[in-house]
């Protein structure tokens, strides 16, 4: 099998494959996704359906490399098995409900390099092998079925049938949307970052309430702050369990030491705007941050960059998460107070 993954996010997700009890054997990158390949009991297969860090999961119909046939009908010969493509698609039975009674298919290809031929090129090879072996089954999209070939490292290529659905990847969705809300699976990574749930997680910029909704999937008390009200309004639509008011990061409403852990996605000046200059801002949230989160507590910040000298004494960074979001770089600061 074989889970992708937000860029920056495979180390933490073959973590929870780990703990979910499957055995993690290749970590690699398609090119727009982190990819983890692994093993796990059949036993085991549903669980990774409960994943909340993987976007997509996939039971494996066969890898090949490039240096053994560097060409597209040669790699679908070595990958298109009929005997794999029969185990894959009861694997997907057992776990998805089908949707018509005749299949509709569409293959995605994702390729390191096109030098020896075109993605589409293998594309069109593997849509002559289902037109060969599954005469039955319709070309669509979208489409009941998903076939994908990712060259997941250099020269290495692995195909699958996939699994899962968009609701595992939104994490069943949120009531309402609001532009530029924080990806479900980079949540819950941040969330996991806070440690085991033990009190109270702030959001003190809580945007639409992608985190709180995280925040209590996992076990915490969640308190959300903003000092939009339309984003207090939805968040307490997507994370009515919350405790929300509006309020300023800078002049948290809460008293010392009182909070477990801080999470939140800090805006940076480009969607939504801040009322100072960065880094004058930077330094009075971080302040107002360590005043409230207890002694061990964490601080889990999303951010292209946060200064070291922004941060108040007596809070240490002890790790950092470089991720790709939407084609832009940015990275999970985690401090300990």
């Not at 776990?95 to 096109?114: D, N």
């Not at 939504?272 to 107002?288: K, Q």
């Not at 960059?305 to 809070?315: K, L």
Request: charged share 25%; glycine share 8%; net charge positive.
């Amino acid at each position: 099998m074989f889970a992708t993954a937000v860029p920056g996010l495979a180390q933490l997700l073959s973590d929870e494959l780990g703990s979910s009890g499957a055995r993690v054997t290749q970590l690699g990158f398609d090119g727009r996704a982190d990819v983890v390949l692994f093993e796990a009991e059949s036993a085991d297969v549903r669980t990774m359906l409960d994943l909340r860090l993987a976007e997509d999961v996939f039971a494996e119909i066969g890898r090949t490399l490039r240096s053994e046939g560097d060409r597209p009908n040669w790699i679908t010969t070595r990958i298109w098995r009929p005997e794999r493509i029969r185990r894959a698609l009861a694997a997907r039975a057992a776990l998805v409900r089908a949707t018509g009674k005749r299949a509709t298919y569409r293959v995605i290809v994702r390729v390191r390099q096109e030098r020896s031929f075109l993605r589409t090129d293998l594309r069109r090879e593997f849509d002559r092998a289902v037109a060969r072996d599954q005469p039955g089954w319709r070309r669509a999209d979208p489409a009941e079925l998903e076939l994908w070939v990712v060259e997941y490292q250099q020269g290495k290529l692995v195909a699958g049938v996939r699994i899962s659905d968009a609701e595992m990847r939104q994490h069943h969705g949120r009531v309402e949307e609001r532009s530029g809300a924080l990806r479900p699976t980079v949540a819950a990574a941040m969330v996991l970052l806070a440690g085991q749930p033990d009190g109270v997680l702030l959001d003190p910029c809580c945007g639409s309430g992608t985190i709180l909704t995280e925040a209590l999937a996992a076990g915490w008390t969640a308190y959300g702050r903003d000092i939009d009200p339309a984003a207090v309004r939805i968040a307490g639509r997507n994370a009515g369990a919350a405790e929300l008011e509006l309020g300023d990061a800078r002049r948290l409403d809460l008293p010392d030491e009182s909070v477990a852990a801080c999470v939140s996605n800090l805006p940076f000046g480009t969607q939504y705007e801040v009322p100072e200059p960065m880094d004058v801002w930077l330094r009075e949230v971080l302040a107002e941050l360590a005043r409230v989160t207890r002694p061990g507590g964490r601080l889990v910040l999303l951010a292209p960059d946060i200064p070291r000298a922004v941060v108040p004494a007596g809070v240490r960074l002890t790790g950092r998460h470089q991720l790709r979001l939407f084609g832009h770089r940015s990275t999970m600061w985690i401090y300990q107070r």
